[in-house]
């Protein structure tokens, strides 16, 4: 028997909040640097946590263009 249907919406719980997000996040970078290994893809992911932290993943060709949240802003904007 396969798990339920769970429904997405905002943890209020503050703890079990910032757990899922880690969690979240870890498996997150972890298909982004699968995906960009298996189908040879550039790929860039930016993750911000509601406190502000910035994390990133880039695939080694795509990776040396941001140096901070800045200069990604500027990236996407054009």
Known sequence: MGRGKTVIRRIDNT???QVTFSKRKNGLLKKAKEL???CDAEVGLIVVSSTGK???YSSTRFGHRFHNLASIMSYLRV
């Open 15 to 17: 703890t079990s909040r």
């Open 36 to 38: 960009g290994i298996l």
């Open 54 to 56: 910035l994390y990133e």
